[in-house]
Nanobody, 125 residues
Framework: EVQLAESGGGLVQPGGSLRLSCVAS????????MGWFRQAPGKEREGVAT???????RYADSVKGRFTISKDNGKTTLYLQMDSLKPEDTAMYYC???????????????????WGQGTQVTVSS
């Protein structure tokens, strides 16, 4: 059974940092494109960062230079390091797996067929 479990969210002040983790089970993390998405109240879910099979990455323009996606295949864990956080980064963050997708890293939500339950990130003073 495929499972994705996020953790690491919380309340942080503007300019602060958080690291999100996503433990994956039921499939080989190394063989699949993975992504982080976020959804703020009243807005659509949007792609934040994605990582491919051979560590290629892509980022949304809004987080480039501030967020870093990485994975530890041995620990079957996906990470999102978030620095210089802004109030507009406040959202529920989701880990996702594109298990039927064969292309390069993508931020297209429709390519992802498994999702975690999400972890809340709130950036506020």
């Amino acid at each position: 059974e495929v499972q994705l479990a996020e953790s690491g969210g919380g309340l942080v002040q503007p300019g602060g940092s958080l690291r999100l983790s996503c433990v994956a089970s039921g499939f080989p993390l190394s063989d699949n494109v993975m992504g982080w998405f976020r959804q703020a109240p009243g807005k659509e879910r949007e792609g934040v960062a994605t990582i491919g099979r051979v560590y290629g990455t892509r980022y949304a323009d809004s987080v480039k230079g501030r967020f870093t996606i990485s994975k530890d295949n041995g620990k079957t864990t996906l990470y999102l390091q978030m620095d210089s956080l802004k109030p507009e980064d406040t959202a529920m963050y989701y880990c996702a797996a594109a298990l039927d997708y064969e292309g390069p890293p993508t931020l297209a939500r429709g390519e992802y067929n498994y999702w975690g339950q999400g972890t809340q990130v709130t950036v506020s003073s």
